[in-house]
């Protein structure tokens, strides 16, 4: 099954504290979201996709904003079931393919999405979404280039992901509400996996 079948919403996810990742993954999973995407924008980034990947075997785990190969190299390395990235360069799409795990490599422009879809890569992120033009910019694309499906991410809420995930080349969507700040600082799990249900009922 493609990594954009999944859910309808994955959680892109910034984790300052390790001690909240699996309870974290617990807690979207109960939701009904098992895909979850840990950002390497943190030190404890790594650590806490290999917590995740131990100790909730059934969230599918992967890293998000991966830019180097070398990122590849130790997104996999330390379990990571995908990888996702903000834009995209030769260097990163051939250790992405090297690297033997589904990727969504991030496009803003129509020129971005027809390289990859040269190299047959068909499923891509769509970054920064609200930034890049949204609907009317996928919408768009969806005519010269039917064959490519997206995962937008960046300034997408509960509120606006139906619109997304109704557009025929829209797969799923990432978002960032699902895991408020203050949520997380006061352990509170039960509002994290309540936002993860309404998410999950979208599709």
Do not use: H
């Amino acid at each position: 099954m493609s990594l954009l079948d999944i859910a309808p919403v994955v959680p892109v996810v910034v984790i300052d504290d390790l001690e909240t990742a699996v309870p974290l993954a617990r807690a979207l999973v109960a939701g009904g979201l098992p895909v979850i995407e840990v950002t390497l924008r943190t030190p404890v980034g790594l650590e806490a996709i290999r917590r995740i990947a131990a100790e909730v075997p059934e969230a599918v785990v992967g890293a998000g904003t991966v830019r180097t190969p070398a990122d590849v190299a130790a997104s996999v390395d330390a379990g990571s079931k995908f990888l996702v990235s903000p834009g995209t360069t030769p260097a990163l799409v051939d250790a992405f393919e090297a690297s033997g795990v589904p990727f969504l490599a991030g496009v803003a422009t129509a020129s971005e999405v027809m390289a990859l879809a040269e190299r047959g890569v068909t499923e891509m992120k769509f970054f920064p979404a609200e930034a890049a033009g949204g609907l009317p910019y996928l919408k768009a694309l969806g005519g010269p280039l039917p064959q490519v499906r997206f995962c937008p991410t960046g300034g997408i809420k509960l509120a606006t992901a139906p619109d997304y995930l109704a557009l025929p080349n829209v797969g799923c969507v990432g978002g960032t509400w699902l895991t408020p700040a203050e949520a997380l600082a006061t352990g509170d799990y039960a509002r994290i996996e309540k936002l993860a249900a309404e998410a999950a009922a979208l599709r």
